[in-house]
Every structure is written in structure tokens, then in C-alpha cells.
């Protein structure tokens, strides 16, 4: 089931901050390699097994929403205590 919440940032990020979204991407090819190797030592029909979710939308909210937790926190501005060049997405943990 697709979280709304991480649909909704998901197109905001999308839409609104280009770069971070580029990054989300880059994340998405280095998770999708990891799993090639991986899959490389299945047989052909475990291995399209393992890669069909990649082409989910399901799957690919839920690398979205991980790669929201795990990525490092901004630095912030001195000042006002704001991130400074930061991926801002409101709504996700």
C-alpha cells in the first residue's frame, strides 16, 4: 500500500526541488546495482523475481521514504536555525 504522505513529497520534491530529486535518483541506480550483483547469482526466474519490483511504483515510494531517513541532516544557518541548501519535504519523518 502507497503511503500518501510519501506520494505527496515524492511529487513535491519532484517538482519543486530538482537537485534533491536528482540525488533521490542516484540513490535509486545505487540500490538498483546492489541488487543486480545480487541477483546475478539467482536463477532466471528468481532473479526476475528480485528485479520486477524495482519497476513498482510501491517499491520505489519505499526506497523514497528511506532514503527521506537515512540521508545526513543539513547544515543549518547560524541565524535563524534554518537548513541551509537542504531537501525540505513537510509531512514525512
Known amino acids: 500500500m502507497i503511503d500518501d504522505r510519501v506520494l505527496s513529497a515524492y ?3 519532484e517538482q519543486d526541488q530538482p537537485e534533491a530529486f ?3 535518483r542516484e540513490y ?3 540500490v538498483r ?3 543486480e550483483r ?3 547469482r539467482l536463477s532466471l526466474r528468481r ?3 528480485h528485479l520486477v519490483a524495482f519497476d513498482t ?3 520505489r515510494l519505499e526506497l523514497f521514504g528511506r532514503w527521506l531517513r537515512t ?3 543539513p547544515p543549518s544557518d547560524p541565524l535563524t536555525d534554518e537548513p541551509v541548501g537542504s531537501v525540505v519535504v513537510a509531512g514525512v519523518e
Request: proline content about 4%.
Open 57 to 59: 511504483d510501491e517499491y
Open 33 to 35: 546495482g546492489r541488487a
Open 38 to 40: 545480487f541477483a546475478a
Open 11 to 13: 511529487r513535491r520534491l
Open 22 to 24: 536528482a540525488a533521490f
Open 47 to 49: 532473479r526476475a523475481e
Open 28 to 30: 535509486l541506480v545505487a
Open 71 to 73: 540521508r545526513p541532516s
